[in-house]
């Protein structure tokens, strides 16, 4: 089995929009990516289907090795928000978690987005990297701050999420 560190940048996966097809692979990949937490089926269908302009699958060989789910939120539209990344042990190495990231921002439906969010748990290092790295490729910092506490929002069934923002430089940005 080749090292996902071997694979050449010209065998990188393919990135694009996702379909409702997709929806159950797309379940498996972060069924498999733990800690993500799991949504239902369902919900990565819909994901898929309603909201592929801001989501995006990298795929290679016909299988699904990467997914963003992303959305625009309605009373703040200049921020991208980024619900979940999951990565394939496949796949992992390439730096592909910050090209699905970019790919989404270089698209049109984002040409008035200056801020990417996301929430992340205190323990979850592998999202912790990918941020801190996407933030130095922006020319920022991580600006966190606790968002749905373990008490008060999840009745201490779940860890604290951290909202992680990340301004967007403006040049990067007004190039995609």
Not at 39 to 67: I, K, P
Not at 115 to 121: F, P, S, W, Y
Request: hydrophobic share 35%; proline share 4%.
């Amino acid at each position: 089995m080749q090292h996902p560190r071997d694979i050449t940048r010209s065998s990188l996966p393919t990135l694009r929009c996702p379909t409702a097809e997709d929806g159950a692979a797309i379940w498996e990949l972060v069924r498999a990516c733990k800690p993500l937490d799991e949504n239902s089926m369902y919900c990565n269908l819909l994901q898929c289907d309603h909201f592929a302009d801001t989501c995006v699958v990298a795929e290679r060989d016909g299988e699904v090795v990467g997914w963003v789910s992303a959305y625009i939120p309605p009373n703040d539209t200049d921020t991208l928000f980024v619900w979940q990344v999951a990565v394939s042990e496949k796949a992992r190495g390439l730096g592909l978690g910050g090209l699905m990231l970019q790919s989404i921002l270089d698209r049109d439906v984002c040409e008035d987005v200056t801020r990417l969010q996301t929430t992340i748990t205190g323990d979850n290092e592998a999202s912790w990297a990918l941020f801190r790295k996407f933030g130095r490729r922006q020319g920022r910092g991580l600006d966190v701050q606790p968002y749905y506490t373990q008490s008060l929002h999840f009745q201490k069934r779940h860890k604290t999420e951290n909202l992680v923002t990340i301004k967007l430089d403006e040049e990067l940005a007004q190039a995609a």
